[in-house]
């Protein structure tokens, strides 16, 4: 079995390489897997009717229940002819039928055909559904076909949407089916059925499902609408195969389901109702296509009724007339689509004397249709008669089975009617029109729908071998009260016959007194009904992501902050764990501090400059410097004074080139209200945890460890023994953010392309005239008397002169002793950044040049290098990566030198932060008064604007 | 002399005037360890070399020998100055407050070197009641901002007190030509240039 | 040694602190940028170097030059930034003229014929407008 | 050789990361780049199978033992999410060289390649770091790496997408740390093998406020509703391959987080509430979104939030199911994420627009671009047998077996997710892949993307890359039997932690 | 001694909250950044008393590194000032 | 006992409520200022949250009892924290520059497409346009 479904899809894959040079050949060879599928069934026939089975299987992902069981039983067998036989028949068909696109068409039903044998061999739920969806996307594909015409990718999409909700729907209900059962295998559910209150909603689930599948009320929208797919698409999956999976999936599941409460109220509910009212509906149908729809969603409805009932005899009777629709119903949509083919229309109204411009396709349809009416002594008649009996005389489970009878007679004289009407429609009244210009179809065309049609008359008359095959699926049930209900095409004048009779009778009545009948529509307006739900869900949709999704990042963020206040503080809240019995302040100078830190910060709120803000914030941070020395933490001093010193520097270079004042937005005092409560919130909250944690706080912090360990590390300074060695890999991630960070700032600034243009220092005003006064005499940086003289001073330059070497020797000394001391590579790296800064203020960009010769970026890149490979190296010698090892060294006259190897780290995040700095300042690097223009008009029309009001 | 000896000059000799710098940067060094093993010493001769070869820059010479015992007097009278008008500005503070009257004063100077000019003005800056506002480099003036500064008479006693610690830092360098000359003169080379 | 060592620090924190309180006080009280830079430039570093001299008579030998150091480099830093700003702020009309007992710069620059545009007051940003 | 297997990852990317900026040649630059990721997808593997045979790898970096210093763990939850991410990263680093997204102007070219190493290097630090404070290191590593990228070459729209990005990113990231820093308050280590015992001991309140918070710091990360509003604003705007690697990579790695201190620190029995409530508006509200999209790029962003949804459904249920469902949800949809990105970046590539109702009026793509969009749709829909079907299944068995009503709801949320991703799928596969072509070109792209020069070498390498991706999210699917095993055992692992711990906490000294 | 160092303390954090006057009050941004340098030198001599209250020499470097650059953000700062201002 | 006293959390309190006012406005200049503010106050967390106050963990040649000496670890990570955060000033700052550059402000404005899908009218406009296009089920057009 695994190598059929294997041959579909490899044949399926292969078609559109092989159809360039197969042509309309392409077509036959697609037909050669069904076909072989026929024959390959045929040989496994007779054991399998004899109650005998095959089985494969193959592990995909067990643990999870998905095993690709298959089983070949008589139920199998039966749809598995089906869906082969009619596919074989299609496929030839579409040699004459299909004009373009050839290859997609045939490898999509071939994939289909494959999908469908899949689905009616798989004996796991998941398979089962899993090839059942497979048939839904192919079924998307083929109606959709090049998705040109809007109505083709409606029906598509609808077709896709209603089947696959029915399949997910379906899918909770085979999970929670299986999970009852303790088994995902079909086989052993049914050998062993489950029952309880999840069985009940499991049933429900699945029916709901196959019913989406099989176009039961009020799902059946979907069916014709599909039907802008081309006729063989119609006849194929939407008569013959893929509709029946719903209905395989009842007959399949009715076993071991049927006495589970809801199922057969739901069944028989829903399968009437729709056999009847679909039924109704396809009388006025004047598009044939669309007429056979309605007889198909009709003829489905008696088939779920009867594969559902749980019975024997209505099981037999559901499989007999399984087959018949299959042979009868292909049949004619085939035949309507030769006359769409060659006549150009198949509306009724249109359509005139066909019959007698083709009589062979007239007869052959005629007997399909005859069949379709249960006229004997065709395979209908055979079904038509089982079912009749079924509920004439079924047993006490059909509850009220005399009024279903009722029912079904109604039902099955509409299908007389409507039958009639396709038959006259399509091939009644006399020569003209479109029939009259039609070309006469070709033996090849026509004799798919003569084969299927025939194949009516042959289950019909040989209904031994029907009844083998229909008994095999129905011995599953335990025969009714009156014993095992044989087919026959004579069972006697029985009151099952004379209900037949009526039924023609009444048929050909509603035929006769078509033009007289009610044009109220009974089956509801599903289309519209479709239409609404997604119109609502799109409504719903927008509506839900027009107040979520506001494009406001402050308001996101408040959002944000609020969730972050509410759901751990509420639990703070909840909880009320101690405070604790803080300290008022751990030094007397600590409140000090705190006055400058606050006041600092909530200064920066009120500024409108940007200056101004920086500046304040930098007061923040040197106020913040202070509490770390005092609570001993001199390392984090000394950085954060220098990235204090360093942020000013960068922002105002920055600045430099934007306006001097904020850009003046009005914001509404509510707006500002909600703002600064949430932050308040965020202030609140932050203050009671970390006074609650610190509280909670019993084990000893694992630090303590550290000390003894120093001497390992061979460092007396802790804090950069874990910055270099005992949590190198942070520093490494550390130096990682500032490399990208560099990087990114230089790609950000440098916009445009035009960052190196000079203009000399000038604007509206032009500089002071004593700028140039203090330019020296002398060249005390190289590079500085690029500069224009009015940017120099020699204050300045001689300073710097003097002062660089000194802070390059105190960034040294800081790299080197952050092992014994505060420093190391960060500070010592940001030191030298500082010197840097230093000459490119003083001297200039080219002086910046003349300092440091190498680019800045490989400076950063040999940096970062650097310290990865100090990192890595440990590995080449056997050792753990960022591994330290004190190295002691005599050199001659020093004596005797120890250091650890993880200086090489530290000197590889100087090097990295030097050449960070310097893309900084290459980035910002532009000569002072750049852009200075645009600044000021920028802020000029901030301040029009500010004077003109809210924007 | 021969050629070759005249070309090693030419290297040394430049060398040479940066050994005040290395010098200076050594010491730094050792005073930063607070320590003086051997690895300090000789890392730091290393460091201090490695640091004024890797960036070179113009030597820094005041363009004569400089004279300890002058530089003692100038450093112990910037103290005392430091002092003295530490509390005349702190005086300042406390007694006039908003109403503190100041001037700005022109300083014509008579040395005629970057270096000199700058530490002029760096003195003048650092000792209290006088800040430079602007150093004209070319005419040798500075504009000092002086506080407080009462009359004439105050300006004048101002000018001359920079004009005093001019002369200090000239003479505490070693160079008297530029103290000795009558007036400012813009013509006079630098004392790069002048270097013998 | 100990005793004297404190004796100067014992003279040399409180000077220290009091020029330190009076530079900041005189940064308040001064009613323009140049004036109250000199309350900034002098007394502060007066203060600090006082502060420092009187540190390092603390520390343990070997560190006390590293404070002195540290003197040394404030005292030849904070001039360059008092100078720089003294410039930009007669630059940029940072000054009362109204203090001025009389300015030879302005005289030099109307010589000149080349006078630093607009007239005297400061003028301060709006944060201490409002 | 195989013990310092786990600091690989983060070592190549990092050594290879400083690398392009020496100037180096723009081929040896890529060629080092496609390198490294190709030798973090090996050791990735490799420590998957180690982790599988072995148990967790553990790595001490710098040879110190555990609460001192850092240790690197790879389990088999760390080790598969880091192979799959890594092969995501590679196959989106050639789509970029392919499209020029890496070397559109000259200066980018040290943009770029440093930027995406660097993120790799976060990425795989975030998924093997043993150590709270260092998680937070290697989500900044990442970030930062992703604002770079976010702004590359940024036009106005770019730059605006780029600052929410990084302002809600940093957001985060000060809360995390100042959750770190709470953490370390309350017991005094960082590491997390440590912190679950120590945490244990805390009052109620605080510990569960804690949890709280991480969930509401990693929800930021990993965009759950209402903490998500920033990812559709901004990821679409970004270049194509980087969009892609965002949505496969960035807010995985905020659930993989999510899930491995949720389980380590703070282990709960039962259904969490919350989170379930969470995850059901995160799947419909994110999915709602996606309906009313126009635009490509925005409407898959939304449909990444929707479908975080899936992941935190699982964890929600807190059981070996509901983990093991979360853990295949998770792989499968890091790769089909990419995949569809990747397909619409070669859409918006050929049709020169993002706008579904533009993209109808513009020469289709081929059927090869066209079934590269099917696959992956097909499998974010959850329609089989595509991936997203085995790891939904996953989730509705874990759901069933709960068989709590908040499991049921959230089965049924799951389902109508899928259903609406289906029906946005087909939106996006109506619109931009059927349709009439038009019947002449229309005049004036309005943005001519990537130089016109060498278009058809560029498009044959991201095809290759789209294939690549298409193809492992089918491999995904076929693979599910072994996936779904060590999704098992991986989920195992992270409920009965005891294995990891105590290879992080015992063993050898130094 | 000890209350030697405790009032020169506190007179040197009195004064830094007066020059914190003047950093919040301006009133030009010159102002500002001559109070964040007085701030600076606070700092310094504060924590020189602090190092010798508490005989810790830790905190040397960061002094050195204060008096040696607090003087470079300053003078950007400044230019940036003149720049802008020169221009009317 | 807390390692916490109340003038520190009240400090920390302050910094972040300030930090995030900072950061909830559209300025993008007043969020850098706000996130170097948040990045204090979380640094200051860390480390007075974190450890015990005491003498600098540097042995500075005595050996001290390790009770009266600070936590290191919340150092170290402080030190890391602030690296990172400065990095990302500097990227932040950037950022604001080149919106300026591009827009003339440094505004983080409203997102566009958000507005366009908020506004029904233009959605229906835009969206009647889709459907002719996508199938006529494209949501929010009143027909
Ligand atoms: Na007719
Ligand atoms: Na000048």
Redesign the interface.
Known sequence: MLFLLAAYAAVAVAIPWWQPRLGRAVWAVASLVPLATVAWAGTRAARVLDGGEYRETLAWAPSLGLTVDLRLDPLSLLMLWVVAGVGALVLLYCRYYVERDAARQAALLLAFAGAMTGLVLADNVFVLYVFWELTTVASFLLIAGRGEEENERRAARQALLVTVAGGLVMLLGLVLLGWTAGTYRISAILADPPRGGAVSAAAVLVLIGAFAKSAQMPLHGWLPAAMVAPTPVSAYLHAAAMVKAGVYLVARLAPALAEVAPWRPMVLAVGLTTMVLAAWRALRATDLKLLLAYGTISELGLLVTLLGAGTRTAALAGAVMLLAHAAFKSALFLSVGILDHRAGTRDIRELSGVGRRMPVLFAVTALAAASMAGIPPLVGYLGKEAYFEAFLYGDARLDGHRQLTVVLVIGSALTVAYAARFVQGAFGGPPEGAARRAERPEAGFVAPVAVLAGAGLALGVGYAGTAALAAAYADAYPPGPHGPYELSLWHGFTPVLGLSALTLALGGLVHLGRRSLPVTALLPDAQRAFDRTIAAADRLALTVTRHTQVGSLPLYLVVLLTTVVVVPGAALAAGAPPLGSPLPWWSPVEPFLAVVVLTAAAAVVGTRHRLTGILLTGAVGYGVAGMFLVRGAPDLALTQFLVETMTLVVVVLVLRRMPARFSPGRTMTRVRLVRAAAAGAVGVLVTCFALVASAARTAPAISSGYAHRMEEAGAENIVNAIVVDFRALDTLGEISVLLVAAVGTVSLIRVGGRGDARTPGGGPGGPSPTAHWDEPVRTWLPGAPERPGGERSVLLEVATRLLFPSILVLSLFLLFSGHYGPGGGFAGGLVAGQALVLRYLVGGRADLGAAVRVPASVVTGSGMLLAAAVGTFPLLLGGVPLESTVVTLHPPVVGTVKFATSLFFDVGVYLLVVGVVLELLSAVGVSLGQDMAEADEAEATAEDEEQGGPR | MTRSGNRRADRVLPALRHVPMIVWLWLLWILLWGATSAVILVGGLLVAVGVVLSFPLPAVLPGAVPEPLRIGRLLIHVLTDLVKSGCTVAWQVVRHGRRVSCGIIEVPLRVDSDLLIAAVAEFTTMSPGSVVVEIDRRRKRLYVHALPVRDRRDIAHRRAEVQAMERRIALAVGHRRGVEDPGPNPARPDDARDDP | MSVLLDTVTAVLFPAGAAFCFLGALGLVRFPDTMSRLHAAAKAQTLGLVLVLVGASAQMPGRHAPALLLVALFQLFTAPITSQIIARTAYRTHGLDRNLLLGDALADRLARDGTPLGGPGRARPDEDAER | MT??LP?LP??LP??G???????LSRPVTRGLGVGVLAGVVGCGAALLVLADRHGPQT??????PA????T?VADRLSALLLTVSALVALAVLLFAVGQGVAEE?R??A??FH??YL?LV??MS?AFL?G?L??LF??F??ML??S??LI???????R??????Y???S???S??F??L????????????LA?LGA?LA?????????????L???L??KAAI???H??L??SYPTAPAPITAVFAALLTKVGVYALLRTQTLLFPRTGVWI?LACTAIITM??GI??A?????LN?LLSFTLVGHIGFMLFGLALFDTRGLTGTILYVVHHIVVQAALFLVAGLAVFRTETAA??RM??RPRPGPLVVTLFVLPA?SL?????FSG??AK??L??AA??Q?TPAAYAL??TA??T???T??AM??VW??A????PPDRREAGPESPPGAGGDRPRGTRLMLAATAGMAATGVAVAVC??P???IG?RAAEDLLHPREYRSAVLEGGE? | MTLLYGITLTVIAVSGIVTLLRLVRGPLALDRIMALDVLVTMTIAATAVGSAARDDTTAIPVLVVLALLAFIGSVTAAHLIEKREGMR | MNTIDVTMALVIGGLFAVGFFLMLQRSLMRIVLGFILLGHGTNLLLLVAGGTPGRPPVPDGRIDDPAGTADPLPQAMALTAIVITFGLTAFLMALAYRSWRMTGHDEVRDDVEDRRIGTVRERAEAGSAADRETGGTAPGGER
């Not at chain 4, 829909?381 to 047998?385: F, Y």
Request: aromatic share 6%; hydrophobic share 55%; net charge neutral.
């Open positions: 013990a310092v600091a983060v070592l990092a050594l990361a400083g690398v392009p900026l020496l100037r790595l001490r970096v710098g040879g110190w609460p001192l210093g850092i690197l102007r200066s980018s040290v943009v440093p930027a660097v290097t976060g630090l770091t150590d404070f260092n290191v290697a900044e590593v930062a790496a604002y770079v702004t590359l070459d940024g036009d106005e729209n730059t605006r997408a780029g600052m929410t990084t302002i809600v940093l957001t985060s000060l809360l740390l100042s770190v820093a709470l953490v370390y308050a309350a017991t005094g280590t960082v590491t440590q120590r001991e805390l009052p109620d309140g605080l510990r569960s406020a804690l949890a709280l918070l969930l509401s710091v929800g930021i509703v209402p903490l509003f920033w559709p604003d919350l419909i509200v709602l979104g309906l009313v999209q126009d635009d925005r579904l109702h109808a009026g097909l829909s959850g329609v089989p047998p079907f085995v299944l996953a509705l068995e069933v077996a068989g089965a049924g389902l109508l899928s259903l609406l289906l029906y087909t939106r109506t619109a892949f059927m349709g009439r599910a039997g996936l779904a095993r098992e130094r």
